[in-house]
């Protein structure tokens, strides 16, 4: 079996080893995941993981009995399985194992650090569903002090690191930043100039101390990891032993995600983001607009048009249909060119119906301060450069705003929308050069629970300049949204199973439906009236109640939105 599994992975034929499950009936749980396993055309497969995607749909990942065993010994990489953990969330970092990623570089020497943690004080309106209670408790608290993770799920590197990186995966540019994955590993790494930061601020001092109490020479040290980031590093006594670890088990760096060496300059918008706001009919009409321009020069049916619509002019790299339309005008004649076009366009007509407005703006990764991680990691005051409702993105920059709209997905209510101001700072300008393609955002205000508990290992951050969105935007509490903690166990796999079973199946796009109903229920109602208000507090606890169903994965028991809502 370790033959089998340790040698490279493009060599592995998967479909040999691996099958997914899927339990239609919780009642058939059981039966497939005991220790007897299952059987398909005479191959016995016993349970291996349940991955966050896989139990959101109801399956779960089986392994080739003989090779199972083996297989959870190396994922296992050595760690102490005396340290207690929440079982869902040892779950969720054994199936990062199974993440699609490229290999890359090792770095000479990691440092793994504290999380930079800030305090700042803010008004919120706090829902707490209480188990046992029928309807969540709704407090408006004005002024209360919070803490944020500025430092939640991402990690620094060299700048001369990431170059390598770029050659090690084959790409022209260096890159604004990668999804890391390792054993127990995951989070985004950005290039900055540490050893510039050192000797700057740090009076000189390279020795730092590592979250072990190791001291460090920060000099020799290629990559900065945070304790978000590396899961289990409490299971570990040394960056030393977690190296040979991960190394002994076949374990390296790879990434799942790189960001773009460009980034788009407009961007479809979706429903979630438009309907919690109060738009007139002249709003509307000057929302609609560009996309109706563009539909209606795509229908005018002139080459150059064409072209722009489908998005040829700059990506005429295809080997497609489309590659065959902007090599030659002549393509435009052809019939079964000419009617996918138009069923292009019809798409695109229905899409607009339903939200899907063409807006300048983009999707870009976001990042907390990384110049107030080092100020942490250096024993500093930490201050940032950024500073309440403050971002720092050069693709704005470069454009001359100076405010912007910024929405994640899933959203449900209008508390979920934040209106940023871009620092055009020469200091931000300078520490953050690395980082073009990246959105950043200030520790010091509510951004994270407001934008639905976003943190910084890979979330995506859709921004636009768009007037009808800044002019409408109103500013409004961040939903806090009372969390509870599973306990911490020495993990078994009886209590993996269960919170596999636990897990199962996913709500959050229901939810999400849900209070899209709401809202068109409640757009029939005077805004002063009782049904108007009640309607109000349920769309904000929607919010809870997406969290909720993903803290259900996690193994935190929380209550459902009651059924007659």
Not at 259 to 264: C, R, S, T, W
Request: contains cysteine; charged residues 25%; proline residues 3%.
């Amino acid at each position: 079996a370790n033959k089998i599994l340790c040698q490279p992975i493009n060599k592995i034929d998967f479909s040999k080893i691996f099958i997914q499950i899927v339990i239609d009936k919780k009642t058939d749980f059981a039966r497939a995941t005991s220790k007897k396993g299952i059987t398909v055309n005479g191959v016995n497969y016993r349970r291996f993981v349940g991955t966050t995607g896989g139990l959101k749909n109801n399956t779960l990942l089986f392994c080739r009995s003989e090779y199972v065993d083996e297989l959870n010994r190396l994922c296992n990489c050595k760690r102490n399985k005396k340290v207690k953990l929440v079982p869902a969330k040892y779950e969720a970092y054994k199936a990062l194992t199974c993440s699609a990623s490229q290999p890359i570089c090792n770095p000479k020497r990691i440092l793994v650090v504290r999380d930079c943690i800030t305090k700042y004080f803010a008004d919120v309106i706090s829902l707490d569903d209480g188990i046992g209670s029928s309807e969540p408790q709704r407090t408006i608290v004005k002024d209360k002090e919070l803490e944020n993770n500025v430092s939640d799920g991402f990690n620094l590197c060299t700048i001369e690191y990431m170059q390598r990186v770029a050659d090690s995966l084959g790409i022209h540019y260096a890159p604004s930043g990668v999804c890391l994955r390792n054993a127990w590993l995951k989070g985004m790494l950005y290039p900055f100039p540490i050893i510039e930061f050192i000797e700057k601020f740090n009076n000189g001092n390279y020795f730092i101390e590592d979250i072990w109490g190791n001291l460090q020479d920060i000099r020799e040290c290629e990559m900065i990891v945070t304790e978000s980031s590396l899961k289990l590093w409490s299971a570990y006594n040394s960056i030393d032993d977690y190296i040979s670890s991960y190394k002994e088990c076949g374990y390296e760096f790879a990434v799942t995600k790189i960001a773009p060496e460009e980034l788009e300059e407009s961007q479809e918008l979706n429903y979630q983001y438009l309907q919690s706001y109060d738009f007139s009919d002249d709003d509307i009409k000057e929302l609609c607009e560009p996309t109706i321009n563009i539909l209606k020069k795509s229908m005018g049916g002139d080459y150059s048009s064409t072209l722009n619509f489908l998005g040829l002019v700059e990506n005429p790299e295809l080997n497609t249909w489309q590659a065959a339309l902007y090599e030659s005008e002549y393509m435009l004649g052809d019939p079964y060119i000419i009617d996918t076009i138009h069923r292009y366009i019809k798409k695109k007509i229905s899409g607009a119906k339903i939200g899907k407005l063409i807006v300048d703006g983009n999707y870009q990764i976001g990042s907390g301060d990384p110049f107030a991680l080092m100020q942490s990691i250096c024993g500093l005051e930490v201050t940032g450069i950024l500073k309440q409702d403050e971002c720092y993105s050069k693709f704005w920059l470069d454009k001359n705003e100076d405010d912007i709209i910024i929405l994640r997905s899933p959203m449900t209510s209008h508390n979920n929308i934040r209106h940023c101001y871009i620092n055009s700072s020469d200091e931000a300008a300078y520490w953050y050069q690395y980082m073009n393609t990246i959105m950043i955002i200030n520790g010091w205000d509510s951004f994270c629970m407001a934008e639905n508990g976003c943190d910084w290992d890979g979330d995506i951050l859709y921004s636009t300049n768009n007037d009808v969105l800044r002019r409408k935007f109103v500013k409004l509490p961040a939903i806090e949204c009372v969390q509870r903690n599973a306990e911490k166990v020495i993990v078994s796999e009886k209590d993996i199973k269960k919170t596999n079973k636990d897990g199962m199946g996913n709500q959050v796009g229901t939810i999400t439906n849900r209070v899209t109903a709401m809202m068109e229920v409640q757009s029939h109602f005077p805004k002063d009236s009782k049904e108007y208000s009640e309607l109000e507090y349920r769309i904000e606890c929607g919010q809870l109640y997406q969290q909720n169903e993903l803290d259900r994965i996690k193994g935190i028991i929380a209550s459902p939105m009651p059924k007659y809502w």
